[in-house]
C-alpha cells in the first residue's frame, strides 16, 4: 500500500503520541516524525526520548513518566511496548494514559501480545474510557532494517470503522503492506502465528547446520544453497546469515521476546486445538537455548542450545 500523509483534513490524525522507543519502537516513531505528524513521545528510559526529541525538533517529550496529561490532545496514540500487561498497565494503570485522552481518540497498540490479552484489554478500555478505541497492529519485516524506512508490514484488528478510518493513514506511514485482519485481536493472532512459522523454520536450520556441519559441510554454504533453494526463508536471507553464523548476535530481536511469543503460539494453538507436539518442541528448545544464552541475548544465539547438545560450534562466517 502507498504511504498517506497528514493532509489537515479534521477527520485525520494530526497529533501522535508514541510510547515506547526501543528497537523497533524508536525507527517506527521516526517514519511519523519524517513524514510531518506532531508527535509525543515518552520511553521507560528518558534518553531515549529525549534523544528522539533532539533528532526531530517536530517531537515533544512526555517529561514524567506519570504525567498522562502529556497525551490529552493526541489523536492516536501509538505503543511499542515487551508484552500486552505492560501495554495494559500503560493504559489502564494506576498512571494510565488512556484515562486522559480525548474522546474519538485511537490507540494502535504495536506490541507483540496475546490476542486474548488484547480482547480483554480492549474490554477494560471501554469501560474506562468508553471514547477511546484500541486497535491491535502489530509488525513484522520483508528485510532487516525496513523498520527504519517505512517498509514494515502491519496485521491489523479492528472491531470499529471509523477508529480505523482514522488510524490507517498513520498505518500507511509506518507500514508499506498494511492488513487488516478482522476484529479487534485478529492482528496479534496473525503475528502469533507468523511468528510460530518462523520459529518452525529456525528449529529446523539449526537442526540442519549442525547435522549438516558434523557431516563435513560448510555452514556458510549450505546457507547459500537453501537461498537459491526451497530451504529459503527470512532466517538464510537475513538475520541467521548476517547475525548467526558471523556471530555478530546482533538482529536486534531478543530470544527472550521469541521464546514470549512461542508461548502466546502454543497457547493460542491448544484454544484452537488441535494440540501441536511441534509447539511443545519449539517452546522447549528455546527455553534451553535462552538460559544458556542468558539474558538479552539475540535470537540468533538460539543455536548455542543445538551447539551444546551436540558439542559443536558452527564454523564462524567470515564477514
Known amino acids: 500500500m502507498a504511504q498517506s500523509q497528514p493532509n489537515g483534513n479534521s477527520a485525520q490524525a494530526k497529533t501522535v503520541g508514541y510510547i515506547g522507543l526501543g528497537n523497533a519502537g524508536y525507527p517506527l516513531a521516526s517514519t511519523l516524525a519524517r513524514a510531518g505528524y506532531q508527535l509525543v513521545v515518552r520511553?521507560?528510559?528518558?534518553?531515549?526520548?529525549?534523544?528522539?526529541?533532539?533528532e526531530h525538533s517536530d517531537a515533544a517529550q512526555a517529561t514524567k513518566p506519570d504525567d498522562a496529561s502529556a497525551?490529552?490532545?493526541v489523536d492516536?496514540?501509538?505503543?511499542?511496548?515487551?508484552?500486552?500487561?505492560?501495554?495494559?498497565d500503560v493504559l489502564l494503570g494506576s498512571s494510565g494514559v488512556a484515562s486522559a485522552m480525548k474522546s474519538g481518540s485511537v490507540i494502535i497498540d504495536t506490541s507483540s501480545s496475546s490476542p486474548f490479552h488484547t480482547r480483554e484489554t480492549g474490554k477494560l478500555l471501554q469501560k474506562a474510557n468508553p471514547g477511546v478505541t484500541l486497535i491491535d497492529s502489530p509488525v513484522t519485516?520483508?528485510?532487516?532494517?525496513?523498520l527504519a524506512k517505512g517498509d514494515a508490514t502491519?496485521?491489523?484488528?479492528?472491531?470499529?470503522?471509523?477508529?480505523?478510518?482514522?488510524a490507517m493513514p498513520v498505518l500507511k506511514v509506518m507500514g508499506?503492506?498494511?492488513?487488516?485482519?478482522g476484529e479487534l485481536g485478529a492482528g496479534h493472532a496473525m503475528k502469533t502465528l507468523n511468528n510460530y512459522t518462523s520459529a518452525a523454520s529456525i528449529m529446523g536450520l539449526c537442526d540442519a547446520l549442525i547435522?549438516?556441519?558434523?557431516?563435513?559441510?560448510?555452514?556458510?554454504?549450505?546457507?547459500?544453497?537453501?537461498?537459491?533453494?526451497?530451504?529459503?526463508?527470512?532466517?538464510?536471507?537475513?538475520?541467521?546469515?548476517?547475525?548467526?553464523?558471523?556471530?555478530?548476535?546482533?538482529?536486534?530481536?531478543?530470544?527472550?521476546?521469541l521464546l514470549k511469543d512461542m508461548k502466546i503460539a502454543r497457547t493460542l494453538i491448544d484454544e484452537m486445538g488441535p494440540h501441536s507436539a511441534l509447539s511443545?518442541?519449539?517452546?522447549?528448545?528455546?527455553?534451553e537455548s535462552d538460559k544458556i544464552a542468558g539474558p538479552g541475548a539475540c535470537h540468533t544465539q538460539v543455536i548455542e542450545g543445538w551447539e551444546k547438545r551436540a558439542g559443536i560450534q558452527l564454523k564462524q562466517k567470515k564477514e
Request: aromatic letters at 10%.
Open 43 to 54: 520511553d521507560a528510559d528518558p534518553s531515549r526520548a529525549e534523544q528522539f526529541s533532539k
Open 71 to 73: 497525551f490529552k490532545d
Open 76 to 88: 492516536v496514540l501509538v505503543t511499542m511496548l515487551p508484552n500486552g500487561s505492560i501495554v495494559r
Open 141 to 146: 519485516q520483508e528485510y532487516a532494517h525496513a
Open 154 to 166: 502491519l496485521m491489523v484488528g479492528c472491531s470499529d470503522q471509523a477508529a480505523l478510518d482514522l
Open 176 to 181: 508499506k503492506h498494511v492488513f487488516v485482519m
Open 211 to 257: 547435522t549438516g556441519q558434523k557431516f563435513g559441510l560448510d555452514p556458510a554454504k549450505m546457507v547459500d544453497v537453501m537461498n537459491v533453494g526451497t530451504g529459503v526463508n527470512f532466517s538464510t536471507k537475513e538475520s541467521f546469515r548476517t547475525d548467526g553464523l558471523t556471530r555478530n548476535f546482533a538482529s536486534g530481536y531478543q530470544l527472550s521476546l
Open 280 to 287: 511443545d518442541l519449539i517452546v522447549d528448545s528455546f527455553a
